[in-house]
């Protein structure tokens, strides 16, 4: 694909995405570094030194990007999104999967933005045309029965080339793609930085005033895996079943042939129809 749109400079810029911000709680602090072996790991040793409630940490590479089930989050230099979220919010562990919505729900709104719909397939991973263009990490700490701080990273594809991710994902690569390759032209990664923090702070806010309610509603909207067959892969074995929806807690319900509900915390998902 050749692409016509170019932008001048498209490297990260922490002036042009605070112009960008209009948030209460996220982004009075940012950090960008040239490459980290995580950015939430990097925030992680910044939050135990008592970092403050909406820290932001961006980088242009990870050398060890991480992602869910333990797999690594590739992480190619200047092309995409790589940013991780400190919030200290008074929750139990239990709750924190919910919790975890307003970074799904925050990549959702930043995608529409440009012009692609978006779809979120459980927990907390960001389709466009049934690929993947970003996911979402939570790392939690705990302090006695709550939570000490969550650390939501989120990496999303914006400008790597398929055949670059082709090459480093392998037959795992056919799954993903990304958002230049949905939309054809070059996706200005400042502005979607800023977009996705502005909205991720509005997320943050209806969680405060309105609860997990207010954010499993619109999850589900979104939701792509309900009514579909699916496989969840876990540790010990493999359930295939019907989606049902999530509960609650946000975990994932799925039906069995035999009628019987599984709740589902963890795992690999794949559609099967
Ligand atoms: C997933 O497996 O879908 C989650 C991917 C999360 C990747 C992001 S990139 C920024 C942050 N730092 C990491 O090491 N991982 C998350």
Not at 60 to 80: A, M, T
Not at 182 to 210: C, I, K, Q
């Amino acid at each position: 694909m050749t692409l016509e749109t170019r932008i001048a400079s498209n490297d990260l810029d922490i002036d042009l995405i605070r112009r960008q911000l209009s948030t209460r709680a996220v982004g009075h602090v940012v950090y960008l570094f040239g490459e980290v072996s995580s950015t939430s790991e990097r925030l992680r040793q910044l939050a135990k030194e008592g970092a403050r409630e909406g820290t932001v940490l961006l980088a242009e590479s990870q050398s060890d990007g991480r992602g869910r089930l333990g797999k690594k989050w590739f992480s190619p230099f200047g092309v995409n999104l790589y940013a991780s979220v400190l919030f200290r919010p008074h929750i139990t562990p239990k709750q924190a999967p919910v919790f975890s919505f307003i970074a799904s729900l925050a990549l959702a709104d930043a995608v529409r933005r440009i012009g692609v719909q978006p779809a979120i397939k459980w927990p907390n991973d960001i389709l466009a045309e049934r690929k993947k263009v970003a996911g979402v990490l939570a790392d939690l700490a705990t302090s006695g029965e709550l939570l000490d701080y969550v650390i939501l990273g989120v990496g999303v594809n914006l400008n790597v080339e398929k055949k670059v991710l082709l090459d480093a994902l392998g037959e795992a690569g056919q799954a993903a793609t990304s958002l230049r390759e949905v939309t054809g032209a070059e996706v200005d990664r400042n502005a979607f930085a800023a977009s996705f923090l502005n909205s991720l702070d509005e997320w943050f806010h209806v969680y405060r005033g309105h609860g997990e309610s207010a954010l499993i509603r619109a999850w589900r909207d979104l939701d792509i895996l309900t009514g579909r067959r699916i496989a969840v892969k876990g540790e010990q074995s493999t359930i295939e079943g019907r989606a049902i929806g999530v509960d609650a807690d946000g975990y994932l319900l799925v039906k069995d042939p035999l009628g019987r509900r599984h709740q589902i915390i963890g795992g690999e998902i794949r559609l099967i129809d």
